[in-house]
């Protein structure tokens, strides 16, 4: 079963910035798509962002220029870097591994508040 613990939620004011991490075993982290999803109260979820193992990225375009996602091979980490947060920001994020055309894994969750 794949293990993902996911960290760096809270509460952040507009224009503010947080980091997300997420972690899982060696073997997936090699070789799968990695990324995270976000759920805001009473909307779908929605994709955020996706890293390749080779490193290729994707962003919805309420993010693009202002997250950016990226993966530690070392550490076996995955991060997300969000700036000039919004208060549409707000949301549970969930990080992923994905095997197209299906999401092989889903975190456990982690909130991020954006209000002043």
């Known amino acids: 079963q794949v293990q993902l613990v996911e960290s760096g939620g809270g509460l952040v004011q507009p224009g503010g910035s947080l980091r997300l991490s997420c972690a899982t075993s060696?073997?997936?982290?090699?070789?799968?798509?990695m990324g995270w999803y976000r759920q805001a109260p009473g909307k779908q979820r929605e994709l955020v962002s996706i890293?390749?193992?080779?490193?290729?990225?994707n962003y919805a375009d309420s993010v693009k220029g202002r997250f950016t996602i990226s993966r530690d091979n070392a550490k076996n980490t995955v991060y997300l870097q969000m700036n000039s947060l919004k208060p549409e920001d707000t949301a549970v994020y969930y990080c992923?591994?994905?095997?197209?055309?299906?999401?092989?894994?889903w975190g456990q969750g982690t909130q991020v508040t954006v209000s002043s």
């Open positions: 992923v591994v994905d095997r197209p055309p299906i999401i092989l894994a």
């Open positions: 890293i390749t193992s080779g490193g290729s990225t």
């Open positions: 060696g073997t997936i982290f090699r070789i799968y798509a």
